[in-house]
């Protein structure tokens, strides 16, 4: 069973004005099958999170540890934790001119895999993983994001997902952007992943409504750079109902 363990983790970014630190004391483990959602007030850090995890070279770990099943994240670049299984969904994707849909996800499978996959075997998994997903199969020849909606972007890296099968799959506002019947397929396609049970998912959301997709175990509340509160399922409707205040005045935040 796959754990992801992170550990008093403090993260800064360099801007203009020096180092600021943005996350201040991250406490979280992630066991594969379970999910967690993440939820917290804009600029409080969560993006930062899920982009630290990455390996995003913009962030610099100040301190503190993160482990998948005992073993140093943050030594690994970014190929060596996608192999290792961590994956992140961005928030933003971005484009990636010159390179197709395919080409981009046989070389990520490759990388992932260890070895090519078999090409006859891959084209049908691509098509049925697309179909599953609603893409129109025309997707697969245009390049990387370019010009692809907002919600064609989302379920682009769901479609990632599915293809990678991550230990940790981590989603940073997947759902934004997306229209009812979008949110539901998005939605589906990660709980085909997740009913492995072979997958540890941390849904970073503002809205509650893609919880009612995708029951999280746990619910956290992130302010200030740090979790201040977790819960079950039952958090999600509180914030939505009264919303951060609570949090960012209790002194979470800077
Ligand atoms: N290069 C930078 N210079 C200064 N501040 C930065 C830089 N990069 C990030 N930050 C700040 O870090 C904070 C955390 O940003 P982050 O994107 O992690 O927030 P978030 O919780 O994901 O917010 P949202 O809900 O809006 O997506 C923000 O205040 C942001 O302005
Ligand atoms: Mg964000």
Known sequence: ??????????????????????????????????????????????????YSL??????????????LDG?????????ERAKAGVFLAMQYPVEVPGVSVSNFLRTAATAVRGEAPKLRLWV????????????????????????????????HEILQLELLKPKIAILDETDSGLDVDALRIVSEGINRVRSTGEVGTLLVTHYTRI???????????FAGGRIVESGGAELADKLENEGYEAYVKGGASE
């Open 211 to 221: 919880l009612r997709y995708i029951k999280p175990d746990y619910v956290h509340v």
């Open 124 to 155: 049908k998994e691509v098509k049925e993983a697309m179909a599953a997903l609603q893409m129109d199969p025309a997707f697969a020849e245009r390049n990387v994001n370019e010009g692809f909606s907002g919600g064609e972007k989302k379920r």
């Open 71 to 79: 073993e140093n994240v943050l030594e690994m670049s970014v190929d």
């Open 1 to 50: 069973m796959a754990t992801l363990e992170i550990r008093d983790l403090h993260v800064s970014v360099d801007a203009e004005t020096g180092p600021r630190e943005i996350l201040k004391g991250v406490d979280l483990t992630v066991k594969q099958g379970e999910t967690h959602a993440i939820m917290g007030p804009n600029g409080s850090g969560k993006s930062t999170l899920a």
């Open 54 to 67: 990455a390996g995003h070279p913009k962030y610099t770990v100040t301190s503190g540890s993160v482990l």
